[in-house]
């Protein structure tokens, strides 16, 4: 199984600067290890600590809550939520006494990945534990295979063994934008860039590219578009950043642009090596 670190491990979303300074009436939080620059034990509310009941926060005007969660005498149990600013789900933990359940969802909705961990309480701090992955999916719905992204073949190889590249935001004036990278197999990797504002989710594209073990050149060979992107120019590439005899930085630059006025540019990194 391949695990995961949690909470701050990759954040789905670009909340933590951006939310009103609303903190829930106990010293803990669900979903995270940190908040707002706080530690989970340690949030300005902790003189609070017996709270049951319910707590969710908004991000501005926006209607839909940005986490919602409960408590019982001030530690979170059962189900914590966090969305995108399009209002769908993008996280949800689900809590007992000593650990965790959680699924995290792309901007469309589909499922990403169901994980599970242990959390523990230390030190007036609220630690969950790396998660393992039971079960991940791809951007099209499938489900991922645990198979080796290692080749057999001699020459250019991925070197982390984890599928999931970094995590990017891009921002083109009320557009947001989340873009993913993952390695399929030990020869093809994806990318999605999905695009939704405060009220909708608007789309996404879908990039497939192979690795040639022998050159170490990375080369798009599909491209899958879907939703409403009419106003908006998405262009990518593949492109070396750093290269020796036997490791290479590589990966996808990202340039997206709206009605040719607004533009911004996104590297996605990776390195390989030669064997």
């Not at 792309?106 to 393992?132: A, C, M, R, V």
């Not at 984890?162 to 990278?181: H, N, T």
Request: proline share 3%; aromatic share 16%.
């Amino acid at each position: 199984m391949r695990t995961l670190l949690v909470c701050c491990f990759f954040s789905l979303i670009a909340f933590a600067d951006e939310f009103e300074k609303g903190f829930p009436p106990a010293r803990y939080i669900g979903l995270y290890n940190e908040y707002l620059g706080f530690k989970n034990g340690n949030l300005p509310n902790n003189s609070i600590s017996n709270y049951t009941g319910e707590w969710r926060i908004r991000k501005g005007n926006n209607s839909f809550s940005c986490i919602d969660g409960y408590y019982k005498a001030g530690k979170p149990i059962g189900v914590w939520k966090e969305y995108y600013e399009s209002g769908i789900l993008a996280m949800q933990y689900s809590y007992d006494e000593s650990r965790y359940f959680c699924n995290l969802y792309y901007p469309d909705g589909n499922s990403q990945i169901f994980s599970e961990g242990t959390i523990e309480y230390k030190n007036n701090e609220l630690i969950h534990s790396p998660s393992t992955i039971i079960c991940a999916w791809d951007f099209y719905g499938d489900k991922l295979s645990e198979g080796s992204i290692t080749s057999s073949q001699a020459g250019w190889q991925w070197t982390d063994v984890d599928m999931i590249f970094p995590l990017r935001f891009a921002e083109i004036g009320k557009v947001k934008c989340s873009i993913y990278g993952f390695r399929k197999n030990s020869n093809i990797c994806y990318l999605a860039v999905f695009f939704y504002t405060t009220e909708t989710f608007l789309g996404k594209a879908i990039f497939e590219a192979q690795l040639n073990h022998s050159t170490g050149m990375l080369t798009i060979y599909k491209k899958n578009f879907s939703g409403n992107l009419e106003n908006l120019q998405l262009e990518v590439k593949t492109k070396i950043t750093k290269t020796t005899e036997t490791k290479q930085e590589t990966g996808f630059e990202i340039k997206i642009a709206k009605e040719n006025i607004l533009s911004s540019t996104t590297f996605l990194p990776f390195t390989i090596e030669k064997k």
